[in-house]
Nanobody, 127 residues
Framework: VQLQASGGGLVQAGGSLRLSCVAS????????TAWFRQAPGKEREGVAC???????RYTESVKGRFTISGDGAKNTVYLQMDSLKPEDTGIYYC??????????????????????WGQGTLVTVSS
């Protein structure tokens, strides 16, 4: 029972990638799913989340560039990343947890609320 992130790769600044988060053993239709990232030498941070009631939240640095969406039929949540910047580089993970702005933006304080972590996918943005 876990989530698996995929779709990462190497892209030039200004480019795009679409990440996928697939659930195995349970449905993503229940509750909320969030994307996180961890840059080299930095703490993990929340990026975006979507709830079963279609509440969506983004961290400020990705607003207008990233889009989170879900496909219930495929049990998958996507993160479309456009206008990528070198500072978007990191390992991207998805997890189950509440889709509430202050919680997403303060992951280190609320990390216990998130679970079903899987292996992440590496995104590298070159300048």
């Amino acid at each position: 029972v876990q989530l698996q992130a995929s779709g990462g790769g190497l892209v030039q600044a200004g480019g795009s990638l679409r990440l996928s988060c697939v659930a195995s053993g349970f449905t993503l239709d229940y509750g909320a799913t969030a994307w996180f990232r961890q840059a080299p030498g930095k703490e993990r941070e929340g990026v975006a989340c979507v709830s079963s009631s279609d509440t969506i939240r983004y961290t400020e640095s990705v607003k207008g560039r990233f889009t989170i969406s879900g496909d219930g039929a495929k049990n998958t949540v996507y993160l479309q990343m456009d206008s990528l910047k070198p500072e978007d580089t990191g390992i991207y993970y998805c997890a189950k947890g509440p889709c509430i702005g202050p919680i997403l933006n303060n992951y280190q304080e609320y990390r216990a609320k998130f679970g079903n972590w899987g292996q992440g996918t590496l995104v590298t943005v070159s300048s």
